[in-house]
RNA sequence: GGCCUUAUCGUCUAACGGUUAGGACAUCGGCUUUUCAAGCCGGUAAUCCGGGUUCGAUUCCCGGUAGGGUCACCA
C-alpha cells in the first residue's frame, strides 16, 4: 500500500471509436490493477467528445472485454456511481462551469477565426518555414464567447515546464510545446485536453496511466493545474507497445486486431490478463505465469518498464497451455466443451486437447485442423501404412489378431486407458520391438500418421468401435 | 523539420557502479518413445557506436546513430 493519505483513484477512459485492442486494454489492466492493490476505485468512463468518429455498439463491446477478463469497475456509465453521469457528452454542464471560471480569470478567450482561416494560417508559416503558434495570431479584440465558436486556453507565461512521471521520472518541454489550444469546439463539445482535466478533478482521480503519446500535450494539463489551481494527479506512463513488424507502435490502422478475436480463437482470459500484465511490466521475481490474484500482489509501478517492445504471439501460446494446466477439472471441462462439437464433448477426450493444444497454439485452430477428427471419421487404411518397420504383412495380422484378443478379454468395467495401456505394454513388451504391436494399433484405432497413442485412442472410440477397426485393419492387410 | 523520449540474446526482459551479464519464449541437441506432440535434461545466442567521469561502467555524463511519440475545433 502507499502511504494512505488519499484513497486511490484511477480510471480507463477510452472514446467509442470502435472496437479496442491489446494496447487500449493494456491501460486499462494497469490502472485497475493499482486501483485493486491499494483498495481504490476504478472507474470506467467514455470520452465520447468527437461525434464524428463514434462507432455505435462500441461501449457495449469495451465493456465485453473488460468482463470478459474478469476486470469489475467501480463507477461507470452503466453502474452509475457517486460522480454520475460517466460519460463525457452528459457532462457537457461541468465543462462549461470551468470554460467560465477560466474566462473570468482571463485563461480563456474566443477564437473568431474558422478552421479554414487558422489553417491557412499554418499553411503559410509552413511555406516560410517557420513554426506555426496561434498565439502569435491571438485576436486584438476576442468576441464574447457564445458557445458557438471555439473557446481558446490563453497561454500567460511562456516558459518551459518540468514534471515528474512516476514512471520515467523527470520530464521536461520546451516554452514552443505550449499554444493556445482549444478547450471547447464550435460543436459545444469539449476537447480531450480540457475535459478530462476536468472530470478527474470532479471524480477525485489520483494517478493517471496513459500512452506516452500524451508526454507531448502535458504541458497543456499543467497550465490547466495551474490556471485553475488545482491539486494534479500522479501521471503515470505506460511505455508504447511496437506492432508486428516491430516497427511503428501497435495502432488500429497498422492491423491491430479487435481484442475479442481472443476470446473467438479460444485463449483463456487469464491467460490473456498474463499476457497484457506483462506488456510493459514485469514483477521482481523470475515468475511468469501469474492469476490474477498473484498480478495484484505483485504488481508495482515502480516495475513498469520504460522503453516500449513488442509482443510475442508465441508466448502467449505457451501462457495459455501454462494456464489450461492450472484449470481445475470442471473449469477445463466448461472450458474444452466450449470449442467442440457436441458428439466430441466427452470427459476423456480433455487430455489429448491439454496435451496437444501447443502444437496448434489455440483451442479453434486445433478444431479446425481435425485433430479431433479420428473420433466420428471411418480411417481410410493403407496396408503399407499399417504394417511396422520390419515386420511383414501376416505378421502384422497376427499382431493385430493378438491385441483383439486382449481387447475382447478386457471386461467393460475395466476399460479405460490405464488398463489398456498395461495390457498392450504387456503384448507389446513380448516381442522383439514394441513398435510391432503398437504402431498398428496406433494408426488402425486413427489411420493418422500422427496421431494421440494407442491407448486413449482405444479408450475414447470405446470397446466396440475398437474391436470394428482393428479388423477393418486386418480385413485390409488379408 | 522543431520539441519530447527510448536503446541488453532472434523476441520479451533481469542485473545498489564490481555477476562466468540471469530468466522466459523461440531455436538447436539429448533423454523418453509406437508417430506427432507433451514432459525432462542440456547447448548456441546480447549490453548500438564514440568519447568522458571512475580503481572499475550494461549501469552516471556528453556526442553520434537508430527507433518511437508529438506538433488538430482526434483522443
Known amino acids: 500500500m502507499e502511504n494512505q493519505t488519499q484513497k486511490v483513484v484511477t480510471r480507463f477512459a477510452p472514446s467509442p471509436t470502435g472496437f479496442i485492442h491489446i494496447g487500449n486494454v493494456r491501460t486499462a489492466i494497469y490502472a485497475w490493477v493499482y486501483a485493486k492493490k491499494n483498495n481504490g476505485t476504478f472507474i470506467l468512463r467514455i470520452e465520447d467528445t468527437d461525434k464524428a468518429r463514434e462507432v455505435e455498439g462500441s461501449i457495449e463491446h469495451i465493456e465485453k472485454c473488460l468482463k470478459w477478463l474478469g476486470i469489475e469497475w467501480d463507477e461507470g456509465p452503466d453502474i452509475g456511481g457517486p460522480n454520475a453521469p460517466y460519460k463525457q457528452s452528459e457532462r457537457l454542464k461541468s465543462y462549461k462551469k470551468y470554460a467560465q471560471i477560466l474566462i473570468e480569470k482571463g485563461y480563456a478567450y474566443a477564437d473568431p477565426y474558422t478552421e479554414e482561416e487558422v489553417e491557412a494560417m499554418r499553411v503559410k508559416a509552413d511555406e516560410e518555414k517557420r513554426p506555426f503558434l496561434y498565439r502569435d495570431h491571438r485576436p486584438l479584440n476576442p468576441p464574447v464567447w457564445d458557445g458557438t465558436i471555439p473557446l481558446r486556453f490563453k497561454v500567460k507565461d511562456i516558459k518551459s515546464y518540468e514534471w515528474t512521471d512516476l514512471v520515467r521520472g523527470k520530464l521536461s518541454a520546451g516554452p514552443e510545446a505550449l499554444d493556445d489550444f482549444v478547450l471547447i469546439k464550435s460543436d459545444g463539445y469539449p476537447t480531450y485536453n480540457f475535459a478530462h482535466i476536468i472530470d478527474d478533478l470532479e471524480m477525485g482521480v489520483t494517478h493517471i496511466m496513459r500512452g506516452d503519446e500524451f508526454i507531448s500535450s502535458t504541458p497543456k494539463f499543467l497550465a490547466l493545474y495551474e490556471a485553475l489551481e488545482i491539486n494534479r494527479p500522479k501521471l503515470v506512463t505506460l511505455p508504447p507497445i511496437m506492432g508486428a513488424d516491430g516497427k511503428k507502435k501497435l495502432g488500429k490502422r497498422d492491423g491491430a486486431k479487435?481484442?475479442?478475436?481472443?476470446?473467438?480463437?479460444?485463449?483463456?482470459?487469464?491467460?490473456?490478463?498474463?499476457?497484457?500484465?506483462?506488456?510493459?511490466?514485469?514483477?521482481?521475481?523470475?515468475?511468469?505465469?501469474?492469476?490474477?490474484?498473484?498480478?495484484?500482489?505483485?504488481?508495482?509501478?515502480?516495475?513498469?518498464?520504460?522503453?516500449?517492445?513488442?509482443?510475442?504471439?508465441?508466448?502467449?501460446?505457451?501462457?495459455?497451455?501454462?494456464?489450461?494446466?492450472?484449470?481445475?477439472?470442471?473449469?477445463?471441462?466448461?472450458?474444452?466443451?466450449?470449442?467442440?462439437?457436441?458428439?466430441l464433448q466427452i470427459k476423456k477426450i480433455i487430455p489429448i486437447i491439454?496435451?496437444?493444444?501447443?502444437?496448434?497454439?489455440?483451442?479453434?485452430?486445433?478444431?479446425?485442423?481435425?485433430?479431433?477428427?479420428?473420433?466420428?471419421?471411418?480411417?481410410?487404411?493403407?496396408?503399407?501404412?499399417?504394417?511396422?518397420?520390419?515386420?511383414d504383412k501376416n505378421k502384422t495380422v497376427s499382431n493385430l489378431k493378438e491385441v483383439l484378443e486382449v481387447i475382447q478379454m478386457t471386461d467393460e468395467s475395466q476399460y479405460n486407458k490405464d488398463n489398456i495401456k498395461i495390457f498392450l505394454m504387456e503384448l507389446a513388451d513380448s516381442k522383439e520391438n514394441r513398435g510391432q504391436i503398437l504402431h498398428p494399433v496406433r494408426f488402425a484405432l486413427s489411420g493418422l500418421d500422427k496421431s494421440p497413442d494407442p491407448f486413449i485412442l482405444a479408450d475414447i472410440l470405446g470397446k466396440k468401435e475398437t474391436i470394428t477397426r482393428i479388423n477393418k485393419a486386418i480385413s485390409v492387410l488379408s
Open 354 to 391: 491439454t496435451e496437444r493444444i501447443s502444437k496448434f497454439g489455440d483451442i479453434k485452430t486445433m478444431v479446425e485442423n481435425g485433430e479431433l477428427d479420428f473420433f466420428y471419421k471411418e480411417p481410410v487404411y493403407e496396408a503399407n501404412k499399417l504394417i511396422y518397420k520390419n515386420t
Open 258 to 343: 479487435d481484442f475479442l478475436e481472443y476470446e473467438k480463437e479460444g485463449y483463456l482470459p487469464e491467460a490473456m490478463l498474463n499476457f497484457l500484465a506483462f506488456i510493459g511490466w514485469s514483477p521482481k521475481g523470475e515468475e511468469e505465469i501469474l492469476t490474477s490474484g498473484e498480478f495484484i500482489n505483485l504488481f508495482d509501478i515502480k516495475q513498469i518498464h520504460i522503453s516500449g517492445g513488442g509482443y510475442n504471439e508465441e508466448k502467449l501460446d505457451w501462457i495459455n497451455k501454462e494456464h489450461i494446466k492450472l484449470l481445475k477439472e470442471y473449469d477445463l471441462e466448461k472450458y474444452v466443451f466450449a470449442w467442440l462439437p457436441k458428439k
